[in-house]
């Protein structure tokens, strides 16, 4: 099992008062090469749940249960331990690709440096695995776009970087916490569809993370439904979206567009 969360529950203390529980017992497994969808709306806890797997959890935060990745508990890391997981094992890919980038360094720069750092790369063998890279997430004319700065880009293209910084070292999970809600909706599926080939083509797992059912259905194998910090259902995706056992789910799919509910009825072999 690549990822195995189990009973999760995470509060907030407050400065007054007692601490705020955000997320209420939750457990979901991911296999390796698997899709995890994980749906819900604003402040369902997808955001605190993520933050959790990759060991981020602002230290107002108390967490308790497990959560395994490849069988070691992240909730019992030591910062150290969790800074070779960060990247190495998981790499996240954020919803503003600025906050992986650097503004003043030009994006190859920044794709190298970390692979001079973490894998001992000579100079010209990161810029050329950074070209790899960029060309890897689809970068139109890479071999130029290398030595842009992320203001050149257009927001789909730094969400490529972003997702390029991500793979960079490797990992055996990505992290994706609403990876497209910045961008415009064709650009949106474009990225989409890159990042949804490269984790099939690598073998990586990936959890994806949105309130948009529709993106999820597009690429989630299976999905977690979250509904202010509990589980509302979780499944293979398939079986979630015809067969939701919840009202709550029910609801989600009921307002998507009618373009994709009718996609999810036609392909009811
Ligand atoms: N640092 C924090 N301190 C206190 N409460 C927090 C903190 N971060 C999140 N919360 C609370 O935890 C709950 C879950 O928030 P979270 O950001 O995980 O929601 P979300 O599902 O990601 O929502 P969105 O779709 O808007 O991104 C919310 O009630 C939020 O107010
Ligand atoms: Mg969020």
Do not use: W
Request: charged share 25%.
């Amino acid at each position: 099992m690549m990822l195995s969360v189990q009973d999760l529950r995470v509060s907030f203390a407050r400065e007054y008062g007692d601490p705020v529980e955000v997320i209420h017992g939750i457990s979901v497994d991911l296999e390796k090469g698997e899709t995890l969808g994980i749906v819900g709306e604003s402040g369902s806890g997808k955001s605190v749940l993520s933050l959790a797997t990759m060991g981020l959890l602002p230290r107002t935060a108390r967490a308790s249960g497990k959560i395994l990745l490849d069988g070691e508990d992240i909730l019992t890391m030591s910062e150290r331990q969790l800074c070779r997981v960060r990247g190495r094992k998981i790499g996240m890919i954020f919803q503003e690709p600025m906050t992986a980038l650097n503004p003043s360094m030009r994006v190859g720069a920044q794709i190298a440096e970390g692979l001079r750092l973490n894998r001992a790369l000579s100079r010209r063998d990161a810029r050329a695995e950074a070209l790899r890279l960029l060309e890897m997430v689809q970068i139109p004319r890479a071999a130029e776009r290398i030595d842009s700065f992320p203001h050149e880009m257009s927001g789909g293209q730094r969400q490529r970087v972003g997702i390029a910084i991500a793979l960079a070292l490797e990992p055996e999970l990505l992290i994706a916490d609403e990876p497209t809600t910045a961008l415009d909706v064709t650009v949106q599926a474009e990225v989409l569809g890159i990042l949804d080939e490269l984790v099939s083509e690598l073998g990586i797992s990936l959890v994806l993370i949105s309130h948009d059912l529709g993106v999820i259905a597009r690429i989630a194998d299976r999905t977690l439904v979250m509904y202010r910090g509990d589980e509302m259902e979780q499944g293979e995706t398939e079986q979630v979206l015809r067969r939701p056992s919840h009202e709550y789910t029910r609801k989600l799919i009921s307002a998507l567009p009618g373009r994709v509910r009718a996609s999810l009825e036609m392909s009811d072999g």
